[in-house]
Nanobody, 123 residues
Framework: QVQLVESGGDLVQPGGSLRLTCVASGSIFKIHDMAWYRQAPGKERELVATIPDGGSTKYADSVNGRFTTSRDIAKNTAFLRMNNLKPEDTGVYYC?????????????????WGQGTQVVVSS
């Protein structure tokens, strides 16, 4: 179907910046919505930002004003620019996508997750 691969996670000091990338591949017919989630140790996965197809991006209150997400639709790629990182931003960041893929005669629906990329904010 459709595979997602994240990259860009790293160890960074508080106040630093990172850019995460999510690349979708496979039998993609169309990607509707993409989103970024994160999961801190011992906590549930939480929504960080959404990038709907043709709609406005939305952010969790905890990252609003510091994180910016965007898409390159032609390249089936999403980005998450993270500025002024804080220790509480530490976690595994996951890419999520929903859309349609080529499946036989008619496109089918897909929902995919990436494997995650680790972000550690620490001095």
């Amino acid at each position: 179907q459709v595979q997602l691969v994240e990259s860009g996670g790293d160890l960074v000091q508080p106040g630093g910046s990172l850019r995460l990338t999510c690349v979708a591949s496979g039998s993609i017919f169309k990607i509707h919505d993409m989103a970024w989630y994160r999961q801190a140790p011992g906590k549930e996965r939480e929504l960080v930002a959404t990038i709907p197809d043709g709609g406005s991006t939305k952010y969790a209150d905890s990252v609003n004003g510091r994180f910016t997400t965007s898409r390159d639709i032609a390249k089936n790629t999403a980005f998450l620019r993270m500025n002024n990182l804080k220790p509480e931003d530490t976690g595994v960041y996951y890419c999520h996508a929903e859309g349609r893929f080529y499946s036989g005669t008619y496109p089918g629906d897909f929902v995919s997750w990436g494997q995650g990329t680790q972000v550690v904010v620490s001095s």
